[in-house]
């Protein structure tokens, strides 16, 4: 099924189906860290539960002589499986259920501004419909996934994620594009709740259930929040870095943008909004585009995109070096990369 | 001499095997008949129920049914006959008054947002609902407790139980008004139609995030499962209603199945939990269940009665608003017995010009709805004897009186 987790560990990758196409960088290091994890097709996913079960229990005879903890040592399959609970692998599918419900939520159609053009109303109406239904059968089933954890820490720390995430598109969808200007502070705050809550949430929460200290839960949060701005920054700065690339449209609530209008201040914003709008009130993208390349909004962003893949570089920096750590790394590197 | 198999539950004995047939009880009773190697009476009784044979059930003869069914379904126990005409007891809402009272507000600190988000979650929670879920809840809770020997006091947690159990429900109807495209509900604007359909939306996911929250807090791992299973129920039971069963007898399960999911498997499991906080027993966490399971039954079947029935404004949401959205609910799919006409209406959900009237025409002449009412009846029949083998308390018997008002409601 198109919701099951293609990898599930400590980091992820956000499935946006609205993202520009990833740096070839970005997907390298997606596909080497899926490497350690497995895929689920592989046969290990179907061996995985009961490889963990007897890893664990072959854990219990280090120290002793046995030959099994040889073999066990010098095998693939019992190593790897040793460091992926079975519960955090089911976190990582929750965790992946949840995005893709607000992604579907996040897709319905508001009737009232429905236009001709849009094509029979019956059919959005349908389409909200089966959105909803959809939503919602995901959503429940992340609920049920959750309780099975036997956690309740950790069901209030997802469920408060998805709080968080629904009050982010929430007030996303309010903003206007020429209402005041948001400082970068601000930028952070309303970006990290619908796009940085549920991944650093749920790093926290994939410490907790393999009952790591709370400073480790920290970092493990500290990480994901950073690793998930940088990664929406480094999305919405694809479009003003990249050489050759004119865009037919792009938000006006995306960072070059937010920061380009600050920098500008409101008056001239609108001046300039005008400038690139027709009759119709409709904007010329490539007029516009090209207004904000020349202004520090781009180069703004930039800093800011290193800024959080340091910050979550600096996290993991806390844990173990690792196969595992070293993927995160090169996942944090990757996002200074367009 | 034939009766229609509608008719045939109607007698005392026939009743009880259709309601075990509708409880699930028959499967046990089948069960048990099949190991035994015999076929009872009872059990043959309920096939001609399921596949409308003529009677071959002497309802005069005793028949040799389990000591369960001998908890008399028809005849009224004697217990519940006394405290019925009681005059000194107490109205459910008013015992649960002290408890209900802060529920909303309490509800509303529960819901941690601000500016328009804020307004929207605290739309429905203006304390103009009618309160009937988290009321359950607080009774069954003070029952319990006083039948596991502890004061009739309410826990912290049973209460968050109720309002955790108030919060899904609002969740869903934000949900459900979106899908039906409402535009009224307790005599205000729906949310979607104010705000738009996909902030409506976000606002019930927003709420329920704040009911499963509340629901970890408790710390109780069973719990969780419990009520978790209860919002996987209300969206299997929201898919149910986008499909139709051509065979008759199997529209009539498919019915009584969503209708469960729908509606009574939130105040079930609710109940449910609230057993669970403060008695180890099985069988209390069963009786719990049942009760709550069955007086939710009854309380959807009187809606849909109410649906026919009713004047619009009384509603506070528009009637015969089930056929208009293709739904045959219980009145209708008992008039199609009287009336054949109904079925090819049923089967295109009454999508063609005038098949709404023309199926509300033929509900309101033929017994659907009478016979919808005595179903309810035997629901809350069985929701009485479940409760009753709780221990005496005033919280109990105001839970029997319930379903009285259940019965009664005219909105």
């Known amino acids: ?338 | 001499m034939a009766v229609p198999w509608s008719r045939c539950w109607r007698s005392g004995a026939g009743a009880a095997v259709l309601l075990d047939w509708c409880c699930g009880f028959s499967r046990r009773a089948f069960t048990h008949a099949a190991s035994a190697g015999r076929r009872t009476d009872s059990s043959a009784a309920a096939t001609q129920v399921l596949f409308r044979q003529g009677p071959v059930y002497n309802f005069n003869r005793p028949t040799t049914i389990t000591r369960r069914r001998n908890r008399c379904l028809y005849t009224t126990p004697p217990v519940c006959c006394s405290i019925c005409s009681d005059a000194k007891l107490k109205d459910p809402f008013s015992l649960a008054q002290k408890d209900l009272q802060n529920l909303y507000e309490e509800i509303k600190k529960l819901l941690v947002s601000k500016a328009e988000l804020k307004v929207l979650c605290d739309y429905y929670f203006d304390g103009k609902g009618k309160a009937f879920r988290p009321m359950i809840v607080i009774l069954m809770a003070r029952a319990c407790n006083v039948h596991s020997n502890k004061e009739g006091v309410l826990l912290p947690a049973q209460r968050s139980i109720a309002m955790i159990s108030e919060m899904i429900h609002t969740a869903s109807l934000v949900h459900d008004d979106v899908i039906d495209d409402s535009d009224t509900r307790r005599g205000k604007n729906t949310i979607n139609k104010v705000w738009g359909e996909r902030k409506a939306i976000l606002a019930g996911d927003f709420i329920l995030s704040a009911a499963s929250m509340a629901l970890a807090r408790i710390g109780n791992n069973t719990v969780v499962s419990v009520l978790s299973q209860v919002i996987e129920d209300l969206v299997r039971g929201e898919f149910m209603q986008l499909g139709s069963k051509e065979n008759e007898n199997e529209r009539f399960k498919h019915y009584l199945e969503k209708t469960f999911k729908k509606t009574a498997s939130l105040i079930a499991n609710s109940c449910k939990a609230v057993s669970i906080l403060v008695n180890s027993d099985p069988e209390v966490h069963e009786i719990a269940y049942q009760y709550g399971r069955n007086v939710g039954i009854a309380f959807q079947l009187v809606d849909d009665i109410l649906d026919f029935t009713s004047c619009a404004n009384l509603l506070g949401k528009p009637s015969a608003a089930d056929l208009k959205l293709g739904l045959a609910t219980g009145p209708v799919l008992f008039a199609c017995q009287q009336f054949p006409e109904l079925h090819a209406m049923i089967m295109r959900r009454f999508s063609s010009d005038g098949d709404v009237d023309r199926a509300w025409q033929y509900v309101l002449k033929s017994d659907g709805v009478e016979q919808t009412n005595y179903l309810a009846q035997h629901y809350c029949q069985e929701a009485i004897r479940q409760i009753s083998r709780l221990r005496p308390s005033t919280e109990r018997d105001a839970l029997i009186q319930l379903t009285e008002l259940v019965l009664r409601r005219d909105k």
Request: hydrophobic share 40%.
């Open chain 1, 1 to 338: 099924m198109a919701w099951r987790s293609r990898f599930s560990y400590i980091g992820r990758r956000h499935l946006s189906i609205f993202a520009n196409p990833s740096p070839s960088n970005w997907t390298k290091v997606v596909s080497d860290a899926e490497k350690i994890v497995g895929y689920p097709t592989s046969f290990m996913s179907l061996l995985s539960d009961e490889l963990s079960n007897v890893a664990m229990h072959v854990k219990k005879l280090v120290g002793t002589k046995h030959p099994l903890l040889n073999t066990a040592s010098n095998s693939d399959l019992i190593c790897d499986s040793m460091v992926i609970y079975p519960s955090q692998r089911n976190l990582a599918e929750i965790t992946e259920l949840i995005h893709t419900a607000f992604l579907v939520h996040r897709g319905i159609v508001n009737l009232k501004e429905w236009m001709n053009s849009d094509g029979p109303l019956k059919n959005m109406q349908f389409g909200n419909k089966m959105a909803v239904l959809s939503g919602d059968f995901l959503l429940a089933n992340a609920c049920t996934g959750l309780a099975q954890l036997n956690d309740s820490k950790v069901v209030e720390l997802i469920s408060s994620a998805i709080g968080d995430v629904m009050q982010g598109i929430y007030h996303e969808s309010s903003t206007s594009a020429e209402e005041g200007s948001l400082t970068v502070a601000s930028w952070e705050d309303q970006t990290f709740l619908p796009h940085g809550a549920l991944l650093a949430k749920s790093c926290q929460a994939a410490m907790k259930l393999a009952r790591h200290d709370t400073e480790a839960q920290n970092w493990a949060f500290q990480y994901g929040k950073h690793l998930a701005l940088g990664h929406k920054l480094n999305s919405d700065l694809q479009l003003f870095v990249k050489s050759g690339s004119e865009p037919a449209v792009f938000s006006l609530d995306s960072a070059p943008v937010v920061f380009h209008r600050q920098i500008v201040g409101p008056e001239r914003w609108r001046h300039q909004l005008k400038q690139v709008q027709n009759m119709a009130r409709q904007i010329d993208y490539t007029k516009l585009w090209g207004l904000i390349k020349m202004e520090r909004g781009v180069s703004q962003g930039l800093d800011l995109c290193s800024y959080h893949s340091n910050k979550a570089l600096e996290a993991m920096k806390c844990f173990p070096p690792s196969e595992a750590r070293s993927a995160l790394e090169n996942m944090a590197y990757a996002l200074t990369k367009f």
